[in-house]
């Protein structure tokens, strides 16, 4: 059997909302499979804010095709990716003076794709796969008195093209909260009274 390896670099690009980024993580692959380095510090010191300084709740997901999470926009900072199948990632910027508040962007993720979501900037995907297994690693603990936004991802002002059509009456596919989340408009609205 030839031998095989096959490195690809660690790649970070900037994107339409400010401070979200997209990263293409290492990976060294080999006739045994793959390495995936999901974080070094080292490597993400230099791109990530200075107020990410460690991580200190991770969670993983188990999703069925089609269901959807989110969006919500906590008062922490997110690095997401899938570690199987694959998912469609949704960003809405919702921080208060933020340059690109509003705007929307999607990510296709799979594994080896990771996502950078800063403090306020609502993080959804929708599963693809069966078993997507869609992994976060928060900079602070979740308590369900965190600060925050959650937006419908039904909401048709963000315009979302969901890849798998989403029956908002079906619970296993979008949750009751989840459904009944504020659109933008409201969002924006409140805080501009505020």
Request: proline letters at 5%; one cysteine or more; glycine letters at 8%.
């Amino acid at each position: 059997m030839k031998k095989k390896l096959d490195i690809k670099p660690l790649v970070i690009s900037n994107s339409k909302i400010n401070g979200l980024q997209v990263i293409n993580s290492k990976m060294v692959t080999d006739n045994r499979g793959t390495v995936r380095e999901l974080y070094r510090q080292s490597s993400y010191s230099e791109t990530l804010p200075s107020s990410v300084t460690s991580w200190k709740q991770v969670n993983l997901t188990r999703t069925k095709r089609g269901a959807v999470r989110g969006l919500h926009g906590e008062a922490m900072s997110k690095l997401v990716t899938v570690a199987h199948g694959s998912a469609f990632g949704v960003y809405v910027d919702t921080r208060p003076g933020s340059e690109t508040i509003g705007k929307v962007m999607t990510v296709n993720i799979t594994p080896g794709i990771q996502v950078f979501v800063p403090q306020g900037v609502c993080n959804g995907f929708q599963s693809l796969d069966d078993d997507t297994e869609y992994l976060y690693f928060f900079d602070n603990e979740w308590n369900p008195r965190m600060s925050g936004v959650a937006l419908t991802p039904l909401d048709a002002d963000l315009k979302i093209d969901w890849p798998i059509q989403i029956d908002p009456g079906n619970l296993e596919q979008i949750s009751e909260k989840d459904s009944r989340a504020p659109r933008l408009r409201e969002i924006l609205n409140f805080q501009k009274e505020v």
